[in-house]
């Protein structure tokens, strides 16, 4: 990668429950080659891996000559984002972290943070105009969502908007890591659906990525998948009938799935809703770097009012 004039620039950190990804942007431009870590190892927690890929940026970034003016951060909630303080992430173990101000004090920059799902819904509408009234739902480690009512990403009264991994789906059900029972994040997460699997018995697949390419073969798939599926379309047939939106959009690794996560899910949301027309229910136009093209954005769009006021 050639070396540039000195530009400002951000640091984008998109925080997942199995890896950290991050990269140098000007805008929406990418600057630099993203650099991914394990957000667990046996020797480093979340927050290690956080610090890590930033000082891989600033040393990335010394090098390129570009200076860094703030560091955007996407992570799973709840998020105090006006704080910039992570409330409760229960696949890492975060509660009550001032995000924001540790990595200030740590890299003496300002610092911005949201829920990741909320940064990757404003990747989405920067990628298409006209985007207004959509659900986005990233399904990995964790399943969240973001509601987005005529181009106004909704944040709640504390921050806590969107926590859709955790709605009740399944009455009496399996237990959930935030303590609660039946959630959806149980149920139709990748982690959720990949631990379900073994835990009926299944060997076939190593991986949830595999799960999806084994329904036709393995039994076990088949009814772990269908479950999984059944009770993502209860989510989504309530979030269609309390907020109705034009589209849900489905993100994050299991989006991969493609039709044979999006075919059963549709036919499932119609026949729920007989008396309505029902969403268009698709895939991440930006795909699996949304988050961290949103952390980017979020960061950009802070840079951008501290300029208008100087």
């Given amino acids: 990668m050639t070396t540039t004039v000195e530009t400002e620039a951000v640091l984008a950190v998109d925080v997942g429950g199995t890896t950290i990804k991050a990269a140098i942007f000007a805008g929406s431009h990418l600057l630099s080659e993203p650099v991914s870590v394990p957000t667990f190892t046996s020797t480093s927690n979340a927050y290690d891996g956080v610090v890590q890929v930033l ?7 010394e090098l390129l000559g570009l200076e860094p003016r703030v560091i955007g951060v996407g992570s799973p909630g709840p998020v105090d984002s006006e704080r910039g303080v992570i409330r409760f992430a229960a696949n890492l173990g975060w509660k009550d972290l001032p995000l924001a101000s540790e990595l200030q004090q740590q890299f003496g920059l300002p610092v911005v943070v949201d ?19 959509f659900v986005f739902i990233p399904i990995g480690t964790g399943i969240s969502s973001a509601l987005v009512s005529r181009g106004i990403v909704l944040q709640g009264s504390m921050g806590q908007c969107g926590e859709l991994g955790h709605i009740p789906v399944v009455p009496g059900g399996e237990k959930c890591s935030c303590g609660s029972a039946g959630c959806l994040e149980v149920y139709a997460s990748a982690s959720g659906i990949l631990t379900r699997y073994r835990s009926a018995g299944g060997t076939t697949a190593r991986s949830a990525a595999e799960i999806p390419g084994l329904i036709n073969e393995d039994p076990i798939v088949a009814r772990i998948w269908s479950e999984g599926v059944n009770a993502l379309a209860t989510a989504v047939t309530t979030l269609t009938s309390l907020l109705d939106p034009e589209e849900i959009i489905i993100g994050g690794g299991l989006a991969s799935a493609g039709p044979t996560l999006l075919t059963p899910l549709q036919t499932a949301v119609e026949t729920t ?24 954005l979020l960061a950009n769009s802070t840079l951008t009012n501290s300029s208008g006021e100087q």
């Fill in 115 to 133: 829920h990741d799902a909320r940064t990757a819904a404003r990747a989405e509408m920067s990628v298409r105009a006209g985007l207004r009234d």
């Fill in 273 to 296: 809703l007989p008396w309505r027309n029902t969403p268009i229910i698709s895939l991440s136009r930006v795909g699996p770097t949304a988050g961290l093209l949103g952390a980017a």
């Fill in 55 to 61: 000082e891989a940026l600033t040393g990335q970034a």
